[in-house]
Antibody, heavy 118, light 107 residues
Framework: QVQLQESGPGLVKPSETLSLTCTVS????????WSWIRQPPGKGLEWIGY???????TYNPSLKSRVTISVDTSKNQFSLKLSSVTAADTAVYYC????????????WGQGTLVTVSS | DIQMTQSPSSVSASVGDRVTITCRAS??????LAWYQQKPGKAPKLLIY???SLPGGVPSRFSGSGSGADFSLTISSLQPEDFATYYC?????????FGPGTKVDIK
């Protein structure tokens, strides 16, 4: 059974960079695609981007200029960096596995709340 | 990017009711549509993929249909554990968008 677990600071100051890591167990980051999705409090889901098993990335156009997703296959982890954050970036951040052949997310982390505030 | 709409935005129903939620894409997406169920404080859970396929472990009271731009999710007999918010999702050209969600609550 594949399991994902997000980790990182729960509080980030405005204009700084949000950094999160997702640790994968029961599966390998050398296969499939790995993604970040966020959900502002009380709102819907927004896809941030994903990284493929080959290391290629695709980002949401609305966030592309501020997002970097990377993978460390030796640690079976992938990471998110979101720069120049504002209060609008306050959200629960989920990591998830994306199954590209069927175009769906089949495994999700439990989510981690990141608040942007001074 | 492809925009997704859902209707209704919320529905009140009773245990045993049949509930149908619709999802419309701003352009055709073949059958590449997924549905998720999300309960408060929890991560979304995959319910349907490829418009009508159920992953293992999903009860058969859930079904999906549609292709092109119009899709639906049906719960044939609502159970207490089905009260949740439901989202549709597309991944055309690998740019992914979700619908705004439909909340199913108790009448």
């Amino acid at each position: 059974q594949v399991q994902l677990q997000e980790s990182g600071p729960g509080l980030v100051k405005p204009s700084e960079t949000l950094s999160l890591t997702c640790t994968v167990s029961g599966g390998s980051t050398s296969t499939y695609y790995w993604s970040w999705i966020r959900q502002p409090p009380g709102k819907g889901l927004e896809w941030i981007g994903y990284i493929s098993y080959s290391g290629s990335t695709t980002y949401n156009p609305s966030l592309k200029s501020r997002v970097t997703i990377s993978v460390d296959t030796s640690k079976n982890q992938f990471s998110l960096k979101l720069s120049s954050v504002t209060a609008a970036d306050t959200a629960v951040y989920y990591c998830a596995r994306f199954f590209p052949t069927g175009e769906y997310f089949d495994y999700w982390g439990q989510g981690t709340l990141v608040t942007v505030s001074s | 990017d492809i925009q997704m709409t859902q209707s209704p935005s919320s529905v009140s129903a009773s245990v045993g009711d049949r509930v149908t939620i619709t999802c419309r894409a701003s352009q055709g997406i073949s059958s590449w549509l997924a549905w998720y169920q999300q309960k408060p404080g929890k991560a979304p859970k995959l319910l349907i993929y490829a418009a009508s396929s159920l992953p293992g472990g999903v009860p058969s009271r859930f079904s999906g249909s549609g292709s092109g731009a119009d899709f639906s999710l049906t719960i044939s007999s609502l159970q207490p554990e089905d009260f949740a918010t439901y989202y549709c999702q597309q991944a055309n050209s690998f740019h992914i968008t979700f619908g705004p969600g439909t909340k199913v609550d108790i009448k």
